[in-house]
């Protein structure tokens, strides 16, 4: 599958922004999805993510009630919602797939297949 994010941007602190990751290929509704994050420096780490059939999700502890993912399996499309950006928040979102099908919520990167090119997000201060 091919993944291909947008949304990203350059946002003061306390702004907000949408992510989008668009799927190609079949059975988009059947793979979980995660968004993960890399800053400059450090290695890659898990922001979120969500089942295959959008009702499970699961959020690191530095963002969660700040960000939201959701998915809309008709339009192969996961989506990142950010609100209450910090400057911390700055780094290169990747979104990706799972490897099998009708896993859970996963959480490690290892557990991913398919990755989109990634999007950047700066956060000012």
């Known amino acids: 599958a091919q993944l291909i994010e947008s949304g990203g941007g350059l946002v003061q602190a306390g702004g907000s922004l949408r992510l989008s990751c668009a799927a190609s290929?079949?059975?988009?509704?059947?793979?979980?999805m995660g968004w993960f994050r890399q800053a400059p420096g450090k290695e890659r780490e898990f922001v979120t993510a969500i089942n295959w059939k959008g009702d499970s999700t699961q959020y690191a502890d530095s963002v969660k009630g700040r960000f939201t993912i959701s998915r809309d399996n008709a339009k192969s499309t996961v989506y990142l919602q950010m609100n209450s950006l910090k400057p911390e928040d700055t780094a290169v979102y990747y979104c990706a797939r799972a490897r099998g099908a009708f896993f859970g919520v996963l959480v490690v990167s290892a557990a991913y297949a398919s990755w989109g090119q990634g999007t950047q997000v700066t956060v000012s201060s």
């Open positions: 290929g079949r059975g988009f509704g059947n793979y979980g």
